[in-house]
């Protein structure tokens, strides 16, 4: 088993920055994949960005790149998501979650799930 635990989350005005943690405990860290995913007020999950085990593998979303950036510290066990430039639109419970393989984007391909931090971007 995986636990993760997110923190980092809050209200902020649109243009400001957030940036969330997801710490890992219980099995290696490093072998896992993360990810990040959010769901918006009546919104389906959806997929934000996802790193490699060993983090030389980033993948985001097409509405959070040039914005948001994962990055991961093993001997931590911890993976960051930095997110600038906020909008409304990104006003989400986000979730970060592990997966015991290679990187993928959908929700279903996680194993471990994180129990979210609310993010708000006020207008």
């Known amino acids: 088993q995986v636990q993760l635990v997110e923190v980092g989350g809050g209200l902020v005005q649109a243009g400001g920055s957030l940036r969330l943690s997801c710490a890992a405990s219980?099995?290696?860290?490093?072998?896992?994949?993360m990810g990040w995913f959010r769901q918006g007020p009546g919104k389906d999950r959806e997929f934000v960005t996802t790193i490699s085990r060993a983090g030389t593998s980033k993948y985001y979303a097409d509405s959070v790149k040039g914005r948001f950036t994962i990055s991961r510290d093993n001997a931590k066990n911890t993976v960051y998501l930095q997110m600038n430039s906020l909008k409304p639109e990104d006003t989400a419970v986000y979730y970060c979650?592990?997966?015991?393989?290679?990187?993928?984007?959908?929700?279903?391909?996680?194993?471990?799930w994180g129990q979210g931090t609310r993010v708000t971007v006020s207008s």
């Open positions: 219980g099995r290696t860290f490093s072998n896992y994949a």
């Open positions: 979650a592990a997966r015991g393989s290679t990187v993928v984007t959908a929700p279903q391909g996680y194993n471990y």
